[in-house]
């Protein structure tokens, strides 16, 4: 069994961690909203320590300007994509919400870190709305799009949608709504499901994804389909009644969410989450730059469901970034 410090790397929100070829690269918002990096280790022991390397960075104007949130990093046909949310200003709009939209870049070199990495625009969906936290998974021999954007015809922040892929900066055919806020626990502060990621297990796909607002209500919430029924058709899907990871008190764990999946070198899986260790916070929860990458593994039930269990408490007394 793993056993590691509790932050896991500080200060990085949104975590996601990718192993390709016996390689981690690790790649999450950084407390600026200004830049994208990635760090690469051959261990996941040996991420925090890795150099960060800075592969972009927000414009000085335009839509990719402001708030560059979520990014995560795929390997789509060879090639290097990395998927992430920006807007063109700070200010909310109309609705009272951030302005975002979702972007991608592609390197067809290979090395990430060192590639040339090349803007392929904005990723356009149904809507022309608030959108963000995009992921990408290939399933029936298709590659899949997984996305949380703002609706005009339904009440709430962001529901879970999913279209597959005609490029990999592109859509094809009609988006299907998988999710939309509609329980208590999903409802607190914000009407939010966001920060889709995606784990197989025997013969179910599921998706995780997060709720309410990015405070101590923030949670995990499970959705579920067979491999091979037809994930277009939202009847096929199932959800979770109750969220399946939460805030723990007792632990001093507070608003677990935005995770992503990945595997220790023996093939346990791993949740990718961040989370913070106090409540007391100042101004906009989004601005506050403490909540930390931590990663849990998880164990499956006797029916293939996976178990998340309760977040760890702190394991070392991490910096106090000038709070008490």
């Known amino acids: 069994m793993s056993n590691w410090a509790n932050p896991f790397i500080e200060q990085r929100a949104d975590p996601f961690i990718l192993l390709h070829d016996g390689w981690y690269y690790f790649i999450a918002s950084v407390p600026e909203y200004d830049r994208l990096e990635i760090r690469r280790a051959s261990s996941l022991e040996a991420l925090p320590q890795a150099n960060p390397v800075v592969v972009w960075r927000k414009?000085?104007?335009?839509?990719?300007?402001?708030?560059?949130?979520?990014?995560?990093?795929?390997?789509?046909?060879?090639?290097?994509?990395?998927?992430?949310?920006?807007?063109?200003?700070?200010?909310?709009?109309?609705?009272?919400?951030?302005?975002?939209?979702?972007?991608?870049?592609?390197?067809?070199?290979?090395?990430?870190?060192?590639?040339?990495?090349?803007?392929?625009?904005?990723?356009?969906?149904?809507?022309?709305?608030?959108?963000?936290?995009?992921?990408?998974?290939?399933?029936?021999?298709?590659?899949?799009?997984?996305?949380?954007?703002k609706s005009p015809h339904i009440p709430g922040n962001?529901?879970?949608?999913?279209?597959?892929?005609?490029?990999?900066?592109?859509?094809?055919?009609?988006?299907?709504?998988?999710?939309?806020?509609?329980?208590?626990?999903?409802?607190?502060?914000?009407?939010?499901?966001?920060?889709?990621?995606?784990?197989?297990?025997?013969?179910?796909?599921?998706?995780?994804?997060?709720?309410?607002?990015?405070?101590?209500?923030?949670?995990?919430?499970?959705?579920?389909?067979?491999?091979?029924?037809?994930?277009?058709?939202?009847e096929n899907w199932h959800k979770s009644p109750q969220p399946v990871f939460t805030t723990s008190y007792e632990n001093k764990q507070y608003g677990p969410?935005?995770?992503?999946?990945?595997?220790?070198?023996?093939?346990?899986?791993?949740?990718?989450y961040h989370a913070r260790n106090y409540t007391e916070i100042e101004g906009d929860p989004l601005y506050d730059p403490n909540r930390h990458t931590r990663l849990k593994i998880i164990s499956w039930s006797d029916d293939g469901i996976p178990v998340f269990g309760v977040p760890p408490a702190d394991s070392h007394r991490i910096k106090s970034y000038g709070l008490s």
């Not at 000085?60 to 402001?66: D, K």
């Not at 709504?177 to 599921?206: D, Q």
């Open 59 to 149: 414009h000085e104007s335009g839509p990719m300007s402001e708030l560059i949130w979520a990014p995560e990093l795929h390997v789509i046909e060879g090639k290097w994509y990395i998927y992430f949310a920006a807007a063109h200003t700070k200010a909310f709009d109309s609705l009272g919400m951030f302005q975002h939209r979702m972007f991608a870049l592609e390197c067809a070199d290979a090395d990430p870190l060192t590639g040339r990495w090349v803007e392929k625009g904005q990723v356009k969906t149904q809507f022309d709305t608030f959108c963000l936290d995009a992921t990408t998974f290939n399933h029936q021999g298709r590659q899949w799009y997984l996305w949380a954007q």
């Open 257 to 272: 969410g935005h995770n992503s999946f990945t595997r220790t070198k023996d093939g346990e899986d791993v949740l990718v």
């Open 158 to 234: 962001s529901n879970i949608y999913l279209a597959e892929m005609d490029t990999p900066w592109s859509i094809k055919g009609e988006p299907v709504m998988l999710s939309k806020p509609e329980h208590e626990w999903e409802c607190r502060g914000f009407l939010v499901n966001e920060g889709p990621a995606v784990i197989t297990h025997g013969e179910k796909l599921f998706v995780s994804y997060s709720a309410s607002a990015t405070d101590e209500n923030y949670c995990i919430g499970l959705l579920w389909i067979d491999m091979a029924a037809d994930p277009t058709k939202a």
